[in-house]
C-alpha cells in the first residue's frame, strides 16, 4: 500500500474517478464532498497525500489549504484539482503552498503519476542541511526568518544589506538566496542581477521578498530573475514550501512533471475570446494535453510568475497587454525565456508576424488553421525544446568527461614524474588545458556554424519565391512601359491641366537615368545576390568539381571587375611569382579574391588614393602549396575583433554597409577545396589575408568560363501548353503573365493536382514544377509520370529556390531543364523554348 489519499470534490464523479484510479494504482482512496469532512478525516486519519478542489459547497479549498500550512500539516502534499475558469484560483492555490495545481477536465494517470513523486520525499525537508543566504535590512524580518529556516534543517547565513550580501555570496556560496525587494544601498532586482551576471553563481535559486500589495510585484520579480517571489505577510510555512520547490526545480533533483513526451504536458493558452479559448482548450485537451487558460497578458505573466508550463499560445491582438508585449516581457524574464511560444492572429498580416517573431516568439499562426495544424505545431515546439535539452545535458555530461579524463591524465602523469620533472609536467599541464578548451571552443564554433547554416538555407528558401514575383512582375510592367513609351507619340491625349499628371511624369523616366522601374529591379538583384550568398553559406549551392585553375587568370579578372571600386580608394599593385595551376573552381575563387579586394578598398579612407596601396601577390611556398596575399594599408582590425572576423554576419563595416557574409563564405570556399586562409592586422597600418591553395596534380582541363563559353544555339520560340506546379499561387500568376503570350497556360498548386489532371487525359507540352512542396514533391512528380504518362515526365523543368536535402540536390544535378528562383522574364522564356524544342516521347 503506497499510503491514503483523501480526495475532496463536490462531484461524485469526480470522486469516483479518482478512487478507482488510486485504488488500482495500490493507494488507499478516501473521498469526501466537503471542507468539514476533510477536517475530520485529517484529525482521524493518517493522510499522506490531499487531493483539494477550489469550490465546494461549504467553502473555499484555499482557505483550507492555507489552515493546514499553518499548522501541523504544513508539510502535506496538496494537489489542487479545479477548472480553468478564474486564474486567480489557480495563482492562490499555488502561492499559498499547493504542491500542484491540475485543471479539469484532467488526466487520472497523470494525477496518480504526480502523486507518486509527490509522496517519494518531503518538500520542506527534501533540502535541509543547505546553506540559505538571507539578506534583508529588516533585523526583526531576518531574525524570524532565520529561526523558521533553521528549524526547517537549513544552515543560514545572514546579511543587512546588498554589498554584505553579495561578499557572503562569494565567500561562503550558499545554495540558495532570498533576499529584500528594498534595501537602501542595493535594491533585491538588483542584487539578483548581479547574481545572474556571474558565471559562477547564474543558477543560483534566487528568491525575492516584497512587502508590497502590488499585483506587479511578480512581474518585477520574474523580469529581474529571481525563480520566485514571496510576500512578507505570507505564513512562514508558504516560504518553506516555495523554497524547496524553486531549489528542487533549479537542482534538477525532482522533475516538476513527467519528462516524457508521452505523458501530460502543460499548455497556457491566452486569448481574450472565450469562445475561441475554449475551442483550443477542447482540441488540446483532446490530445492529451493540460491546459491552463487566461483572458489577457497581464493573467498570463501572473500565472507564470507561480507555475512553469510547456509551451504558450498567445493571441496577438488582445486589450490592454497585448501578445507582443506580454511576449517580449516572457522572453526577458530568465525562468521563462526558454518557454516556447506561439503567437495567434485572426489576420495574416506579415508585418504583424515578422514583429511578433522579432518579439521573441517561437512559431507564428494563423487562427483561420485547422485545429490539427495548431496542434502539430504545438508538439514540434514541445519536442523542439526537450531535444534541445537533451542535447544541452548530452554536452554538459561530454564536457564533464573530458575534464575528468583530462585531470586524471594530468594526475598519472604528475605521479610518474613528480620526481624528476615536476617544471616539464606543469608545461604539459598547462598543454593539455588548453587542447581541451580549444576542443571545447571548437565545438561550440562547428554548432553554432551548422545553426547559422541551417538558418541562413531557410531564410534563403523563404526569400526565393516572394522574390521571383516581385522580379518577373516589375520586369513585365517595364517591358510594358518601355513599349508604351516608345510609342507615345501615337496617342491621342486630350490634357485637361496644363501640368502632365503623375503617371505621364512616371512614363516620361522609363528608359532614362532617372527610372524608377530599373530602380527596383536594381535593388531585387542586389536582394537575389544576397540571398544567393546565404545560399553558397548554408552549403545548398553546388561547387562544382576541383580542376586546374591558372590563379593568374583568376586575379587578372578579379582586379577588371574590381577596379571601379579600387580606383577612387587606392592605388593597386601586383607582384606575381612564376607558380603552377591550383585545383579549384575558377568562378568560386574568383568570388574568394573580389570578396578580399573590394574589402581592402573599403577600409581605406576616403580622399586618399594616392596614399593608399592594396598589393596583390602570390608565390610557391612549397611543392603542395600556393600562396595569394591581399595585403592593404587602411585603417585595420582593432586585435579583439580579428578572431571574429570569419564568422557569419559579423562585419567591422558601418551599419548598412554588406551582409557579413562575404569573409565567412571566402573562408568557407578555400576551405573546402582544401586550402586555408589568415588574416593578420595592425589598426592603423592596415591588414593582410594570406590564401594557401593546393597545387592540382594533373593536367588542366578547359574549364567554362564568361570569356570562353560558346553562345548557345537560337531556339525557335514553339507554342506549347504548359502545365505549372508550384504551392505559391502568386508565383503561378507571375508566370503565367510572362509566358501567356505565347502559350497556353494551367497552374496549380499542388502535385496531387497535376497528377489528377493528367489522369484524367489531359496532356501537355511541357511541364514547369516547383522541387519542394508540401505533401508531395517535384521530385515525387517525376517518379509518378514515369510510371504512368512518361511523355511527361521526360518534359520537365524544375524551380529551385533552396534548402532541400541531399537526395533532392542529386536528382537536380541530373536534370537537363532547371531554373534557380528568382528568376528574370527572359531567362523563363528562354528555357521553357529549349525545352519545347526537344523532341518528345511518343505517347
Same mark, same amino acid.
Given at each position: 500500500?503506497?499510503?491514503?489519499?483523501?480526495?475532496?470534490?463536490?462531484?461524485?464523479?469526480?470522486?469516483?474517478?479518482?478512487?478507482?484510479?488510486?485504488?488500482?494504482?495500490?493507494?488507499?482512496?478516501?473521498?469526501?464532498?466537503?471542507?468539514?469532512?476533510?477536517?475530520?478525516?485529517?484529525?482521524?486519519?493518517?493522510?499522506?497525500?490531499?487531493?483539494?478542489?477550489?469550490?465546494?459547497?461549504?467553502?473555499?479549498?484555499?482557505?483550507?489549504?492555507?489552515?493546514?500550512?499553518?499548522?501541523?500539516?504544513?508539510?502535506?502534499?496538496?494537489?489542487?484539482?479545479?477548472?480553468?475558469?478564474?486564474?486567480?484560483?489557480?495563482?492562490?492555490?499555488?502561492?499559498?503552498?499547493?504542491?500542484?495545481?491540475?485543471?479539469?477536465?484532467?488526466?487520472?494517470?497523470?494525477?496518480?503519476?504526480?502523486?507518486?513523486?509527490?509522496?517519494?520525499?518531503?518538500?520542506?525537508?527534501?533540502?535541509?542541511?543547505?546553506? @540559505?543566504?538571507? %539578506? *534583508? !535590512? =529588516? $533585523?526583526?524580518?531576518?531574525?524570524?526568518? /532565520?529561526? &523558521? +529556516?533553521?528549524?526547517? #534543517?537549513?544552515?543560514?547565513?545572514?546579511?543587512?544589506?546588498?554589498?554584505?550580501?553579495?561578499?557572503?555570496?562569494?565567500?561562503?556560496?550558499?545554495?540558495?538566496?532570498?533576499?529584500?525587494?528594498?534595501?537602501?544601498?542595493?535594491?533585491?532586482?538588483?542584487?539578483?542581477?548581479?547574481?545572474?551576471?556571474?558565471?559562477?553563481?547564474?543558477?543560483?535559486?534566487?528568491?525575492?521578498?516584497?512587502?508590497?500589495?502590488?499585483?506587479?510585484?511578480?512581474?518585477?520579480?520574474?523580469?529581474?530573475?529571481?525563480?520566485?517571489?514571496?510576500?512578507?505577510?505570507?505564513?512562514?510555512?508558504?516560504?518553506?514550501?516555495?523554497?524547496?520547490?524553486?531549489?528542487?526545480?533549479?537542482?534538477?533533483?525532482?522533475?516538476?512533471?513527467?519528462?516524457?513526451?508521452?505523458?501530460?504536458?502543460? @499548455?497556457?493558452? %491566452? *486569448? !481574450? =475570446? $472565450?469562445?475561441?479559448?475554449?475551442?483550443? /482548450?477542447? &482540441? +488540446?485537451?483532446?490530445? #492529451?494535453?493540460?491546459?491552463?487558460?487566461?483572458?489577457?497578458?497581464?493573467?498570463?505573466?501572473?500565472?507564470?510568475?507561480?507555475?512553469?508550463?510547456?509551451?504558450?499560445?498567445?493571441?496577438?491582438?488582445?486589450?490592454?497587454?497585448?501578445?507582443?508585449?506580454?511576449?517580449?516581457?516572457?522572453?526577458?524574464?530568465?525562468?521563462?525565456?526558454?518557454?516556447?511560444?506561439?503567437?495567434?492572429?485572426?489576420?495574416?498580416?506579415?508585418?504583424?508576424?515578422?514583429?511578433?517573431?522579432?518579439?521573441?516568439?517561437?512559431?507564428?499562426?494563423?487562427?483561420?488553421?485547422?485545429?490539427?495544424?495548431?496542434?502539430?505545431?504545438?508538439?514540434?515546439?514541445?519536442?523542439?525544446?526537450?531535444?534541445?535539452?537533451?542535447?544541452?545535458?548530452?554536452?554538459?555530461?561530454?564536457?564533464?568527461?573530458?575534464?575528468?579524463?583530462?585531470?586524471?591524465?594530468?594526475?598519472?602523469?604528475?605521479?610518474?614524474?613528480?620526481?624528476?620533472?615536476?617544471?616539464?609536467?606543469?608545461?604539459?599541464?598547462?598543454?593539455?588545458?588548453?587542447?581541451?578548451?580549444?576542443?571545447?571552443?571548437?565545438?561550440?564554433?562547428?554548432?553554432?556554424?551548422?545553426?547559422?547554416?541551417?538558418?541562413?538555407?531557410?531564410?534563403?528558401?523563404?526569400?526565393?519565391?516572394?522574390?521571383?514575383?516581385?522580379?518577373?512582375?516589375?520586369?513585365?510592367?517595364?517591358?510594358?512601359?518601355?513599349?508604351?513609351?516608345?510609342?507615345?507619340?501615337?496617342?491621342?491625349?486630350?490634357?485637361?491641366?496644363?501640368?502632365?499628371?503623375?503617371?505621364?511624369?512616371?512614363?516620361?523616366?522609363?528608359?532614362?537615368?532617372?527610372?524608377?522601374?530599373?530602380?527596383?529591379?536594381?535593388?531585387?538583384?542586389?536582394?537575389?545576390?544576397?540571398?544567393?550568398?546565404?545560399?553558397?553559406?548554408?552549403?545548398?549551392?553546388?561547387?562544382?568539381?576541383?580542376?586546374?585553375?591558372?590563379?593568374?587568370?583568376?586575379?587578372?579578372?578579379?582586379?577588371?571587375?574590381?577596379?571601379?571600386?579600387?580606383?577612387?580608394?587606392?592605388?593597386?599593385?601586383?607582384?606575381?611569382?612564376?607558380?603552377?595551376?591550383?585545383?579549384?573552381?575558377?568562378?568560386?575563387?574568383?568570388?574568394?579574391?573580389?570578396?578580399?579586394?573590394?574589402?581592402?578598398?573599403?577600409?581605406?579612407?576616403?580622399?586618399?588614393?594616392?596614399?593608399?596601396?592594396?598589393?596583390?601577390?602570390?608565390?610557391?611556398?612549397?611543392?603542395?602549396?600556393?600562396?595569394?596575399?591581399?595585403?592593404?594599408?587602411?585603417?585595420?582590425?582593432?586585435?579583439?575583433?580579428?578572431?571574429?572576423?570569419?564568422?557569419?554576419?559579423?562585419?567591422?563595416?558601418?551599419?548598412?554597409?554588406?551582409?557579413?557574409?562575404?569573409?565567412?563564405?571566402?573562408?568557407?570556399?578555400?576551405?573546402?577545396?582544401?586550402?586555408?586562409?589568415?588574416?593578420?592586422?595592425?589598426?592603423?597600418?592596415?591588414?593582410?589575408?594570406?590564401?594557401?591553395?593546393?597545387?592540382?596534380?594533373?593536367?588542366?582541363?578547359?574549364?567554362?568560363?564568361?570569356?570562353?563559353?560558346?553562345?548557345?544555339?537560337?531556339?525557335?520560340?514553339?507554342?506549347?501548353?504548359?502545365?505549372?506546379?508550384?504551392?505559391?499561387?502568386?508565383?503561378?500568376?507571375?508566370?503565367?503573365?510572362?509566358?501567356?503570350?505565347?502559350?497556353?497556360?494551367?497552374?496549380?498548386?499542388?502535385?496531387?493536382?497535376?497528377?489528377?489532371?493528367?489522369?484524367?487525359?489531359?496532356?501537355?507540352?511541357?511541364?514547369?514544377?516547383?522541387?519542394?512542396?508540401?505533401?508531395?514533391?517535384?521530385?515525387?512528380?517525376?517518379?509518378?509520370?514515369?510510371?504512368?504518362?512518361?511523355?511527361?515526365?521526360?518534359?520537365?523543368?524544375?524551380?529551385?529556390?533552396?534548402?532541400?536535402?541531399?537526395?533532392?540536390?542529386?536528382?537536380?544535378?541530373?536534370?537537363?531543364?532547371?531554373?534557380?528562383?528568382?528568376?528574370?522574364?527572359?531567362?523563363?522564356?528562354?528555357?521553357?523554348?529549349?525545352?519545347?524544342?526537344?523532341?518528345?516521347?511518343?505517347?
Amino acid at each position: 500500500m503506497n499510503g491514503s489519499v483523501l480526495i475532496v470534490d463536490d462531484s461524485l464523479t469526480v470522486r469516483m474517478d479518482l478512487a478507482e484510479a488510486f485504488d488500482a494504482a495500490g493507494f488507499a482512496a478516501m473521498p469526501c464532498s466537503t471542507l468539514e469532512e476533510a477536517r475530520t478525516a485529517l484529525e482521524t486519519d493518517k493522510v499522506a497525500l490531499l487531493i483539494l478542489d477550489v469550490l465546494l459547497p461549504d467553502g473555499d479549498g484555499v482557505d483550507l489549504l492555507r489552515e493546514l500550512r499553518g499548522g501541523r500539516w504544513a508539510t502535506l502534499p496538496v494537489l489542487m484539482l479545479s477548472t480553468e475558469a478564474e486564474v486567480k484560483d489557480r495563482v492562490r492555490g499555488i502561492t499559498t503552498g499547493a504542491n500542484e495545481y491540475v485543471g479539469k477536465p484532467y488526466d487520472g494517470t497523470y494525477l496518480v503519476s504526480r502523486a507518486r513523486e509527490l509522496l517519494g520525499r518531503s518538500p520542506t525537508r527534501a533540502n535541509a542541511g543547505a546553506t @540559505i543566504l538571507v %539578506v *534583508d !535590512d =529588516s $533585523e526583526t524580518y531576518r531574525r524570524s526568518l /532565520a529561526e &523558521a +529556516l533553521e528549524d526547517a #534543517g537549513y544552515h543560514v547565513l545572514t546579511a543587512e544589506n546588498g554589498r554584505t550580501g553579495l561578499s557572503a555570496l562569494a565567500d561562503d556560496r550558499p545554495d540558495a538566496v532570498i533576499v529584500d525587494g528594498v534595501m537602501p544601498d542595493m535594491d533585491g532586482a538588483t542584487f539578483i542581477r548581479r547574481v545572474r551576471l556571474d558565471a559562477a553563481t547564474r543558477s543560483l535559486p534566487c528568491i525575492l521578498l516584497t512587502a508590497s500589495e502590488d499585483a506587479g510585484a511578480q512581474l518585477r520579480a520574474l523580469e529581474a530573475g529571481a525563480d520566485a517571489f514571496i510576500r512578507k505577510d505570507d505564513e512562514m510555512d508558504v516560504v518553506l514550501v516555495r523554497l524547496a520547490t524553486v531549489m528542487r526545480r533549479r537542482s534538477g533533483q525532482a522533475p516538476s512533471r513527467p519528462t516524457s513526451l508521452s505523458g501530460p504536458r502543460k @499548455i497556457l493558452a %491566452v *486569448d !481574450d =475570446s $472565450e469562445t475561441y479559448l475554449n475551442e483550443i /482548450a477542447d &482540441a +488540446l485537451r483532446t490530445e #492529451g494535453y493540460e491546459v491552463s487558460l487566461a483572458r489577457s497578458g497581464e493573467e498570463a505573466l501572473e500565472l507564470l510568475a507561480v507555475q512553469p508550463v510547456d509551451c504558450i499560445l498567445m493571441d496577438l491582438v488582445m486589450p490592454g497587454m497585448d501578445g507582443k508585449e506580454a511576449c517580449t516581457r516572457i522572453k526577458a524574464a530568465s525562468g521563462l525565456r526558454d518557454i516556447p511560444l506561439i503567437l495567434l492572429t485572426a489576420h495574416d498580416d506579415r508585418t504583424a508576424m515578422l514583429e511578433g517573431l522579432s518579439a521573441g516568439a517561437d512559431d507564428y499562426i494563423s487562427k483561420s488553421s485547422e485545429f490539427e495544424v495548431l496542434c502539430a505545431r504545438v508538439l514540434a515546439q514541445i519536442r523542439r525544446r526537450q531535444f534541445e535539452d537533451e542535447n544541452r545535458r548530452y554536452r554538459e555530461e561530454l564536457l564533464q568527461r573530458e575534464i575528468a579524463a583530462g585531470e586524471e591524465r594530468s594526475a598519472r602523469l604528475l605521479a610518474e614524474a613528480r620526481a624528476a620533472m615536476v617544471d616539464e609536467l606543469q608545461r604539459t599541464i598547462a598543454d593539455r588545458t588548453r587542447e581541451l578548451e580549444a576542443s571545447i571552443v571548437g565545438q561550440r564554433h562547428a554548432e553554432r556554424m551548422a545553426s547559422v547554416g541551417m538558418l541562413s538555407a531557410s531564410i534563403a528558401h523563404e526569400i526565393n519565391n516572394p522574390l521571383a514575383i516581385v522580379i518577373g512582375n516589375l520586369e513585365l510592367v517595364r517591358l510594358s512601359l518601355t513599349d508604351l513609351a516608345a510609342h507615345r507619340p501615337d496617342w491621342n491625349v486630350v490634357q485637361t491641366s496644363s501640368e502632365p499628371g503623375l503617371g505621364m511624369q512616371f512614363l516620361d523616366r522609363v528608359g532614362t537615368a532617372d527610372d524608377p522601374l530599373k530602380d527596383a529591379l536594381d535593388a531585387a538583384e542586389r536582394v537575389r545576390q544576397i540571398v544567393r550568398d546565404l545560399r553558397i553559406f548554408s552549403r545548398s549551392e553546388e561547387e562544382g568539381p576541383s580542376v586546374p585553375v591558372d590563379i593568374h587568370q583568376v586575379l587578372a579578372s578579379t582586379i577588371r571587375m574590381a577596379s571601379n571600386e579600387v580606383r577612387h580608394r587606392a592605388r593597386l599593385t601586383t607582384s606575381f611569382a612564376e607558380i603552377p595551376l591550383v585545383a579549384g573552381n575558377q568562378s568560386r575563387l574568383g568570388q574568394v579574391f573580389l570578396n578580399l579586394v573590394v574589402n581592402a578598398a573599403q577600409a581605406m579612407p576616403i580622399g586618399q588614393a594616392s596614399d593608399n596601396e592594396i598589393r596583390v601577390s602570390t608565390c610557391r611556398l612549397d611543392d603542395r602549396t600556393v600562396l595569394v596575399e591581399v595585403a592593404d594599408t587602411g585603417v585595420g582590425i582593432p586585435p579583439e575583433k580579428l578572431h571574429r572576423v570569419f564568422d557569419p554576419f559579423f562585419t567591422t563595416k558601418p551599419a548598412g554597409v554588406g551582409t557579413g557574409l562575404g569573409l565567412a563564405i571566402c573562408h568557407r570556399i578555400v576551405t573546402e577545396l582544401g586550402g586555408a586562409i589568415d588574416v593578420a592586422s595592425t589598426v592603423g597600418k592596415g591588414t593582410t589575408f594570406r590564401v594557401s591553395l593546393p597545387i592540382a596534380n594533373k593536367a588542366p582541363a578547359i574549364e567554362a568560363t564568361p570569356d570562353n563559353r560558346p553562345d548557345p544555339p537560337a531556339v525557335a520560340h514553339a507554342r506549347g501548353d504548359i502545365l505549372v506546379v508550384d504551392d505559391e499561387i502568386s508565383l503561378c500568376r507571375t508566370i503565367g503573365r510572362i509566358l501567356s503570350g505565347q502559350h497556353e497556360i494551367t497552374a496549380v498548386t499542388s502535385a496531387n493536382e497535376a497528377l489528377a489532371l493528367i489522369e484524367d487525359g489531359r496532356r501537355f507540352d511541357l511541364i514547369l514544377s516547383d522541387l519542394m512542396m508540401p505533401e508531395m514533391s517535384g521530385m515525387d512528380l517525376h517518379a509518378a509520370l514515369q510510371g504512368r504518362a512518361a511523355d511527361q515526365a521526360a518534359r520537365m523543368i524544375f524551380m529551385s529556390g533552396g534548402a532541400f536535402s541531399a537526395d533532392a540536390e542529386t536528382f537536380l544535378a541530373r536534370q537537363r531543364f532547371r531554373i534557380e528562383k528568382p528568376f528574370l522574364p527572359a531567362a523563363l522564356r528562354d528555357i521553357v523554348a529549349r525545352a519545347l524544342a526537344e523532341p518528345r516521347l511518343a505517347a
